[in-house]
């Protein structure tokens, strides 16, 4: 039989998922998102999809078949968690020129 404290270890166990999210995608995301000035995950979306090939076409990005895919059919959250640990990410552009100033 179990102790309590067994059981509860059981429980907390989580089972890892499989990252489908590899480093190639979350630096060509950072690299796009950079190109299209710093856009929340709700308007990269619809960019992603329309124009991730034409960046492969003009070599802005270097990136495989299958990173590309992934891309486009990334959701907007998770563009969003993706670039939670980006440098600054959730500020707005105007943020972004304030903070780039030495102010003397």
Known sequence: ??????????????????????????????????????????????LLEAEVDRLREVREIEISEETALKLKKMSSATIDRKLK??????LFPGQRVALSLAIF
């Not at 640990?85 to 959730?90: D, K, M, N, P, W």
């Open 85 to 90: 640990h980006q440098g600054s990410f959730g």
């Open 1 to 46: 039989m179990q102790s309590r404290n067994e059981y509860l270890k059981v429980l907390r166990e989580r089972k890892k998922r499989k990252e489908t999210y590899d480093g190639q995608v979350k630096a060509a995301l950072a690299k796009v998102w950079e190109i299209f000035d710093y856009s929340c995950g709700q308007r990269l979306k619809p």
